[in-house]
């Protein structure tokens, strides 16, 4: 059953989202570019309308991203306290917390790679820990099309690559524990150095390090399968 610690995690990481997504100024952002659409000619120039629509449901996905995580923890806070008067039993709190943790890990990750130089700090991290090799040596493949790694690197601001990426990363992160998930997330998402992930955790700059690689290693793995 899900512990008084895990849950403050919980709301923590949470309430970390709000302010690194800036989930307030987004809604507004969103009100003023939803009224551009609203002017009489703006489907007369297709490709800006188009680009102005885009935008919107950008910004819609980070605040519906976001409004579902936070559902999801007020949701295993009742269901804390409900447990406590015998109201739910344990398998329904546990099923609240594996959706609310879930959500939240989605939507972390989603924001560590939401820029180009973030899936690449990622990228290069795992292609640091092997042995050089080929542009055209393929990361993954479904037995037909294999992802190769220069099609990790075109020079495009658009990708359908970028999503197989992020999909094979969200899925390789899923087999680490939660200290290497807590690494890379304060590593990767948050931006510190090992010293304060080793002050954060309570241990030392070179078993960071090493669980760092550590985890690395297993996500290339699992990359790789």
């Given at each position: 059953?899900?512990?008084?610690?895990?849950?403050?995690?919980?709301?923590?990481?949470?309430?970390?989202?709000?302010?690194?997504?800036?989930?307030?100024?987004?809604?507004?952002?969103l009100e003023?570019?939803?009224?551009?659409?609203?002017?009489?000619?703006?489907?007369?120039?297709?490709?800006?309308?188009?680009?102005?629509?885009?935008?919107?449901?950008?910004?819609?996905?980070?605040?519906?991203?976001?409004?579902?995580?936070?559902?999801?923890?007020?949701?295993?806070?009742?269901?804390?306290?409900?447990?406590?008067?015998?109201l739910i039993?344990?398998?329904?709190?546990?099923?609240?917390?594996?959706?609310?943790?879930?959500?939240?890990?989605?939507?972390?990750?989603?924001?560590?790679?939401?820029?180009?130089?973030?899936?690449?700090?990622?990228?290069?991290?795992?292609?640091?820990?092997?042995?050089?090799?080929?542009?055209?040596?393929?990361?993954?493949?479904?037995?037909?099309?294999?992802?190769?790694?220069?099609?990790?690197?075109?020079?495009?601001?658009?990708?359908?690559?970028?999503?197989?990426?992020?999909?094979?990363?969200?899925?390789?992160?899923?087999?680490?524990?939660?200290?290497?998930?807590?690494?890379l997330r304060?590593?990767?998402?948050?931006?510190?150095?090992?010293?304060?992930?080793?002050?954060?955790?309570?241990?030392?700059?070179?078993?960071?390090?090493?669980?760092?690689?550590?985890?690395?290693?297993?996500?290339?793995?699992?990359?790789?399968?």
């Amino acid at each position: 059953m899900i512990t008084q610690e895990q849950l403050k995690d919980c709301a923590e990481r949470r309430d970390a989202l709000r302010r690194y997504l800036d989930i307030d100024n987004r809604r507004i952002e969103l009100e003023e570019e939803e009224l551009r659409t609203h002017v009489p000619d703006f489907w007369e120039h297709p490709k800006e309308a188009q680009a102005q629509m885009k935008k919107i449901k950008d910004i819609q996905g980070w605040i519906t991203g976001f409004e579902e995580v936070d559902k999801a923890v007020e949701e295993l806070t009742l269901g804390f306290d409900f447990i406590k008067e015998g109201l739910i039993e344990e398998p329904e709190l546990d099923a609240l917390a594996a959706d609310a943790i879930s959500k939240i890990e989605r939507l972390e990750l989603r924001n560590m790679l939401r820029r180009e130089e973030d899936r690449m700090d990622v990228v290069l991290a795992l292609e640091a820990i092997q042995d050089p090799v080929s542009l055209f040596e393929p990361v993954c493949s479904d037995g037909s099309d294999a992802l190769c790694i220069v099609d990790q690197v075109k020079d495009e601001r658009v990708r359908d690559e970028d999503w197989v990426q992020d999909i094979a990363i969200s899925d390789a992160m899923g087999h680490l524990n939660e200290r290497e998930k807590k690494i890379l997330r304060m590593r990767f998402f948050e931006g510190r150095t090992q010293m304060e992930v080793a002050g954060e955790i309570g241990i030392s700059q070179a078993q960071v390090s090493r669980l760092e690689k550590h985890a690395l290693m297993n996500m290339r793995k699992h990359l790789g399968e």
